[in-house]
């Protein structure tokens, strides 16, 4: 046996087909991108514990990850926005990690998805449980978790077929999920449409819609079906006055400390905004919500320039539409006085 | 620092740098390697490293007092300090929680109403690992079987080693310590061998245990509902290739590893899963925990010295110990009390109804001997005993209406997993993958090593921990 020949052939094998596997992704349209995880999120949540005047906290799901645009954000109002919203959960548990664990008292943006912020507090439920377990990460994380999450920024920046997500919608590339969608079939369960990916995150987690889903209606199309599949399914019914209950007296303790608590509902468009529409009315959810918490809040209703913006999966803005949401949202907040903390130089 | 990290690769080009560059000598070596290993345990969590000084001093202050005490009280003395803090360590760290549950449970038995908050404590990575290894350097001082070690870094590196540290082999003083006496360097061939050997272990890891059995096996034991038979079946074969695989795939890169520092540690597992009964099968699997096991806790208690009754209640309680030894919960106990029940009705068997293993029911013998270690394995993923009693009702299909929660293609998936696995246990059985490698072509070599390699990469994992660290 000649092992040296053997390392020889092994090597010079191995990194042809690596290369090959990544040429053949990108020429199927992916790209090299930074993956959101739980060490983005943790990054983002360490700035809290040493936080500045005019740092700006926003919570919430995905909608308000993908529309608050956090560049706009800073040039606009000279703020340090910290990027803690968490797709697909509720910030209650985040909510209450900064109320209970911090000191923050400057402004707190909560992005409201009523599918998400009302369905329950029952730690177990998947929407609490994906915001708790980046909690848990955040003051768990071992010193070897950050140095591989260090390592892996480079090779997420110039590999396509490098995934580095903790959620089955981030990693559409890897073996286990292209062995996943290669025969799926109906004895288990029904079969999810594949969730393709559609988001460009930075290091400090500032999301922008990827220009695919914005100009390729196909691939649009493929979220509404995983969309359509998931608003269709048997769920239970929200746990409105829990919600309300255990936000609201977040909401007491984070102002009582003098800290400036406001709501945003964000829009959502076609099946999306009929299921919220009529599975959580107004008057007797988002009302309640802002009445009882004593917030400031903006919904998107409310505001004839949000009418008409692109949301080409029904659930998040487009780029052009989501920089305007947020110029727009600033300015209307500026003159509303809702911003205290934002530096006019 | 899991192997199966970017982490881990960095560190190991720095230890190898270190280690094969001319800058130190054999001593600052071993220095290197020693901060080496506290650095690998350390960036998991660093005051928990406290805890292996503490298991260092106290042995090697005991081995060395035993190398030159010759009243008997007192070297019963300084054996029994090394057991009180290692298996102090043990029963605080791993076993507090569990003691505390039953102590509630009983009590209420009893009628006293007595609560206890749990005391939720961290358990140390690879606890039950080292702690053994260095009781097991007092036990045999004791016995005057070994030598004590020439130096105090010699012993900490012993107790220390990173390749081995969390999740074994544990290896005897005798079989380690003497190695790091000499100065050792990796031949050309030891080297690639052992980077080979790190690139098997990945591959059982990365891809066989966590990309295509792990989701399997999770998804049905945390189905919390009763299953269909054949779900059933396939989650408990899932959950048994995913474990040989994550923790055979552990030695292998710890063998493969210490091998390029060209220091030699010993076989953990030979091809478990064609054993020819349940005697064979602890010849074959984790054999340096029941090596262990049978040299300090089965010989001890009286082994096959003193009637067959005395031989079976100390096989049950080796056994029964076992199971604790690899978790804090009654359904470990279970698992090592059926494993203990099986070795005395195969010794029945050989005793009673003795028949001669030919090539022809070989493999009929292994496949049986297969399937009830499968039924062992429920007990052993389970938490609840509730789960593990209906995947067991489920499995010999007294559950008619169970639910179906697996795709067709999870199905064949792992059936496809689990035979190649059990055909080549039984071909590889009374072989070794050196022997293999000898008689196989440079090219094939190569190309099956690259197939691993690329199948490692495209299969990225996410760092999934050892199953095994948890013990």
Not at chain 1, 67 to 93: C, F, H, R, Y
């Amino acid at each position: 046996m000649q092992l040296k020949q053997s390392l020889i052939i092994a090597v010079t094998i191995g990194f042809l087909s690596v290369t090959a596997w990544e040429l053949y992704w990108r020429s199927q349209g992916h790209h090299p991108n930074i993956d959101d995880n739980k060490n983005l999120w943790a990054n983002q949540r360490a700035k809290l514990e040493n936080s500045q005047e005019n740092t700006v906290a926003i919570i919430g799901s995905s909608r308000i990850l993908y529309d608050l645009q956090l560049d706009i954000w800073k040039t606009e109002t000279n703020t340090d926005p910290v990027m803690l919203a968490t797709q697909g959960a509720s910030p209650i548990p985040v909510f209450k990690d900064i109320v209970d664990n911090t000191d923050f008292s400057g402004t707190l943006l909560v992005g409201v998805t009523p599918p998400l912020l009302f369905a329950t507090t029952y730690p177990e439920a998947e929407f609490m449980k994906r915001s708790q377990t980046l909690v848990d990460y955040y003051y768990n994380r071992t010193y070897a978790q950050r140095i591989n999450h260090k390592l892996s920024v480079p090779l997420q920046k110039s590999l396509a077929f490098i995934r580095d997500g903790d959620e089955n919608w981030d990693s559409d590339v890897d073996l286990k999920t292209l062995l996943k969608n290669l025969n799926p079939d109906e004895r288990g369960g029904p079969i999810y449409p594949p969730f393709n990916n559609f988001e460009d995150i930075t290091l400090e987690r500032h999301m922008k819609m990827t220009k695919r889903m914005e100009n390729d209606t196909a691939y649009a199309n493929t979220v509404k079906k995983v969309w359509t599949a998931i608003l269709s399914g048997d769920h239970p019914p929200p746990d409105k006055d829990g919600t309300i209950a255990a936000f609201s007296e977040l909401a007491k303790k984070f102002k009582a400390r003098g800290g400036n608590l406001i709501l945003i509902r964000c829009p959502s468009s076609g099946l999306f905004q009929m299921v919220e529409s009529k599975g959580f009315p107004r008057e007797a959810f988002w009302n309640v919500l802002v009445e009882q918490s004593g917030a400031k809040a903006y919904n998107y209703l409310d505001y004839p320039q949000f009418q008409n913006l692109f949301l080409p999966e029904w659930s998040h803005l487009a780029l052009k539409d989501a920089q305007f949401f947020t110029r727009e949202l600033i300015k209307i907040m500026k003159s509303d006085g809702a911003l205290t903390n934002y530096n006019t130089n | 620092m899991l192997f199966n990290s970017l982490s881990f690769v960095v560190f190991l080009v720095i230890v190898l740098a270190l280690y094969y560059l001319k800058l130190f000598s054999w001593t600052g070596k071993k220095r290197m390697l020693l901060l080496a290993s506290y650095v690998f345990y350390g960036l998991w969590n660093p005051p928990l490293v406290i805890l292996l000084w503490i298991s260092t001093v106290v042995d090697w202050t005991a081995g060395k007092k035993l190398a030159v005490e010759e009243n008997q009280k007192k070297r019963k003395m300084w054996l029994m300090l090394s057991m009180f803090v290692n298996l102090g360590f043990l029963a605080f760290f791993k076993y507090g929680d569990f003691i505390l549950e039953n102590f509630v449970a009983l009590m209420n038995a009893f009628g006293v109403d007595f609560q206890a908050r749990p005391m939720d404590i961290i358990l140390p990575m690879g606890i039950s690992f080292y702690t053994f290894q260095t009781m097991s350097y007092t036990i045999d001082m004791y016995k005057r079987k070994i030598e004590p070690a020439r130096t105090f870094l010699d012993f900490a590196l012993y107790v220390t080693f990173f390749p081995q540290l969390v999740a074994g082999p544990i290896v005897r003083a005798k079989e380690l310590i003497s190695q790091f006496y000499e100065e050792k360097k990796a031949t050309t061939n030891q080297f690639i061998w052992g980077l080979f050997l790190l690139t098997i272990g990945l591959f059982q890891k990365v891809v066989m245990a966590d990309t295509l059995l792990a989701d399997t096996s999770d998804t049905v034991f945390g189905a919390g509902k009763i299953l269909n038979g054949v779900d059933a079946w396939i989650g408990t074969i899932a959950f048994s290739g995913q474990i040989f695989f994550d923790f055979a795939g552990y030695s292998t890169c710890a063998i493969g590893i210490a091998l390029m520092l060209g220091i030699i540690l010993p076989d953990n597992f030979r091809y478990p899963y064609a054993s020819l009964g349940f005697s064979d099968l602890w010849k074959r699997w984790h054999i340096s925990l029941s090596s262990w096991l049978k040299d300090y806790l089965y010989i001890p208690l009286g082994g096959n010295r003193h009637g067959i009754t005395r031989m079976y209640v100390a096989l049950m309680l080796t056994m029964f110990l076992g199971g604790l030894w690899h978790g804090a919960a009654w359904t470990f106990i279970v698992w090592g009390g059926l494993h203990g029940t099986y070795l005395i009705l195969e010794r029945l068997q050989q005793q009673y109804l003795p028949f001669k293993i030919t090539k022809w029911n070989g493999i009929f013998l292994a496949f049986i001997t297969f399937s009830c270690v499968n039924i062992t394995w429920v007990f052993f993923r389970a938490r609840e005993f509730e789960t593990a009693w209906n995947m067991i009702k489920s499995m010999f299909y007294l559950n008619q209406d169970g639910a179906k929660i697996l795709q067709s293609f999870d199905i064949m998936k792992v059936s496809i997993v689990i035979s190649l696995l059990f055909l080549c246990h039984w071909i590889m059985r009374n072989t070794s993958m050196k022997e293999v490698s000898l008689k196989t072509p440079t090219w094939v070599l190569g190309v099956v090593w690259a197939i691993m390699f690329f199948l490692i990469v495209i299969a990225q994992g996410s760092g999934e921990q050892f199953i095994y660290f948890q013990f």
